[in-house]
C-alpha cells in the first residue's frame, strides 16, 4: 500500500515550496499533478499536449485519466518512498472519484494537508512567481480563483466531513507554516 498525503489549498498558497521542504527532510516523495501535467504537456509524442494546455490557461480540470495514469507511473517509478505528497489533486469530482477506482485499493490515505490562505495574496505570490507559467497571469488566476472555489473547496469539505483535514495557515512566512506542517506530520506518524 502506497503512504499518502493530499495537498491543497488555492492555487499560489504555497503547496510546491512547503512539498519540497518535507521531500527534503521527511522523506515523502512530492508529485505535483500540475508539474506532472506541464511535463506531459511537454513531452514529444503526447497525444495530450493541446488538450492539457487548453485545460491550464482556462484554469479547468484536466480528465482523471489522464492526471491520475501520470500520478501512478510517478508512485511506480519511487516504490521505495516513505510517502507520498499528491500536491494539487484530487481537485474535483471526477478527480476524486477516478482516484478511488483507479488507487482505491492501492493508497493508504493518512490525511489532507489544507494551506489556507487568501486568495488576493495567493494571486499576488503567483504574478510575481516567475517561472513562466502560461497560467501566471491576470485571466487564468480569475479562472483558477473560480474552479478552486467551484470545484476543489467542496472537495475539501467533503475530507473535512471525514475528519481527515489538518488546515495549516500559509499566509505567514514560509519558516512558520512549515513549522506548523511539522507538527501536522509528527502527530500523524505517531497514531
Ligand atoms: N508562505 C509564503 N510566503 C510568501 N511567499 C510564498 C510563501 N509560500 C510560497 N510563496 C511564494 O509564492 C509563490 C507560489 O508558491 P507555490 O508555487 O509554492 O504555490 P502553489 O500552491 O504550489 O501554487 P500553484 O497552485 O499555482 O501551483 C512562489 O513564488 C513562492 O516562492
Ligand atoms: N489535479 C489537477 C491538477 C492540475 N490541473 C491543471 O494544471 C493547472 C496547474 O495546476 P497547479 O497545481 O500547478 O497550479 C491547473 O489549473 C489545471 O488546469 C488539473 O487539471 N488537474
Ligand atoms: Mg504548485
Not at 503526447?46 to 489522464?66: D, K, M, T, W, Y
Amino acid at each position: 500500500m502506497y503512504k499518502v498525503v493530499f495537498v491543497l489549498g488555492p492555487p499560489g498558497s504555497g503547496k510546491g515550496t512547503i512539498c519540497a521542504q518535507i521531500q527534503e527532510n521527511l522523506g515523502y516523495v512530492h508529485l505535483s499533478a500540475g508539474d506532472l501535467l506541464r511535463a506531459e504537456r511537454e513531452r514529444e509524442g503526447s497525444q495530450f499536449g493541446a488538450l492539457i494546455e487548453n485545460h491550464i490557461r482556462n484554469g479547468s480540470i484536466v480528465p482523471v485519466e489522464i492526471t491520475c495514469s501520470l500520478l501512478e507511473i510517478a508512485m511506480i517509478a519511487r516504490e521505495d518512498a516513505n510517502g507520498f505528497l499528491i500536491d494539487g489533486f484530487p481537485r474535483n469530482e471526477d478527480n476524486l472519484a477516478g482516484w478511488k477506482r483507479q488507487m482505491g485499493e492501492k493508497v493508504n490515505e493518512q490525511f489532507v494537508l489544507f494551506l489556507s490562505c487568501p486568495v488576493d495574496v495567493c494571486i499576488d505570490r503567483c504574478l510575481h512567481r516567475g517561472q513562466g507559467r502560461t497560467d501566471d497571469n491576470v485571466d487564468s488566476l480569475k479562472k483558477r480563483v473560480d474552479t478552486y472555489n467551484q470545484s476543489t473547496f467542496p472537495i475539501i469539505e467533503h475530507f473535512e466531513k471525514l475528519g481527515m483535514v489538518r488546515e495549516v495557515n500559509s499566509e505567514r512566512p514560509v519558516n512558520e507554516v512549515y513549522a506548523d506542517v511539522v507538527k501536522v506530520f509528527a502527530a500523524a506518524n505517531q497514531q
